[in-house]
C-alpha cells in the first residue's frame, strides 16, 4: 500500500522562524491531508490539496504539492510554541479505500 | 461542532483480559475507523466500518474484532489482550467516501497491557 513519509523526523526552532515539513509517498493519489497532533491527543484536521493542485495557503500554513517527485511540504512561518506538536500527512488514492499515514514529524518550537 | 469521544483515556490491563474501547461519534457520520499509534509507525488502521453492522479489515487486524451496532457506536475489542498490544488506540469518524472528506479523530486511549 502506499505510505506517505515525513521527514524530517523531528525538528527544533526558535518561535518566529519558519517550519518546513516534508512528506513523501509511493503511488498514485486523489489528495493529501495534513494533520496535527498535540501530545497524547488525537489528530486535528488542517489543509487538504488535491492531486491537480500545486499549491494551497491556510492561515500561516503553505503546502506544495509535486506529483512527479510524489512529495508535498508543509511550511508553518512565523511559528509559535502553540505550534509544538506532531505533524503527519496522509494520502488518499482515487478509490477513497486508502488512507495512509506517515510516521509523522515532531516539531519543537522554543520560545 | 463535530465531536469524537473515546470512552478512556488511559486504560490499564492485564495479559489475556477481554478489552472494550468503546468510540461515539455525533455527527451522522457514515465510515468510522480504529487506528493504533506506535512511535516511527505513526498510525495503523486497524478495522473500519463504512455502515451498520458492517466492517471491513485494515492492515493489522489480527488480534482485534470490532463491533457497529448502531451508526453513532463503533467498539474494538481485543479478546484476549497481550503485551504487543500496548499502544494509543485512536477512534475516527468520516462523512462518506466521498474522495477528501476529513476524518475527524477522538482524544485517543492509551491502553497498557502488563
Known amino acids: 500500500s502506499q505510505q506517505g513519509e515525513e521527514d524530517p523526523q523531528a525538528l527544533s526552532i526558535q518561535e518566529g522562524e519558519n517550519a518546513t515539513m516534508n512528506c513523501s509517498y509511493k503511488?498514485?493519489?486523489?489528495?493529501l491531508q495534513w494533520y496535527r497532533q498535540n501530545s497524547g491527543r488525537g489528530l486535528v484536521h488542517l489543509i487538504l490539496i488535491r492531486s491537480n493542485e500545486r499549491e494551497k495557503h491556510s492561515g500561516r500554513l503553505r503546502v506544495t504539492l509535486d506529483t512527479s517527485k510524489k512529495s508535498s511540504s508543509l511550511l508553518i512561518t512565523a511559528s509559535r510554541a502553540a505550534d509544538t506538536a506532531s505533524y503527519f500527512c496522509?494520502?488518499?488514492?482515487?478509490?477513497?479505500?486508502?488512507?495512509?499515514f506517515g510516521p509523522g514529524t515532531r516539531l519543537s518550537v522554543l520560545p | 461542532d463535530v465531536k469524537v469521544t473515546q470512552s478512556s483515556r488511559y486504560l490499564v490491563k492485564r495479559t489475556g483480559e477481554k478489552v472494550f474501547l468503546e468510540c461515539v461519534q455525533d455527527m451522522d457520520h457514515e465510515n468510522m475507523f480504529w487506528y493504533r499509534q506506535d512511535p516511527g509507525l505513526g498510525l495503523r488502521l486497524i478495522y473500519f466500518s463504512y455502515d451498520v453492522k458492517m466492517k471491513e479489515k485494515g492492515d493489522i487486524p489480527e488480534g482485534y474484532s470490532v463491533s457497529r451496532e448502531k451508526k453513532e457506536r463503533f467498539s474494538l475489542i481485543l479478546e484476549s489482550a497481550s503485551t504487543n498490544q500496548t499502544s494509543m488506540y485512536l477512534c475516527?469518524?468520516?462523512?462518506?467516501?466521498?474522495?477528501?472528506?476529513?476524518?475527524?479523530f477522538g482524544p485517543g486511549t492509551r491502553l497498557t497491557v502488563l
Open positions: 503511488t498514485s493519489i486523489n489528495n
Open positions: 496522509a494520502t488518499e488514492d482515487n478509490y477513497g479505500q486508502n488512507f495512509v
Open positions: 475516527a469518524s468520516r462523512m462518506g467516501v466521498g474522495l477528501g472528506d476529513t476524518q475527524y
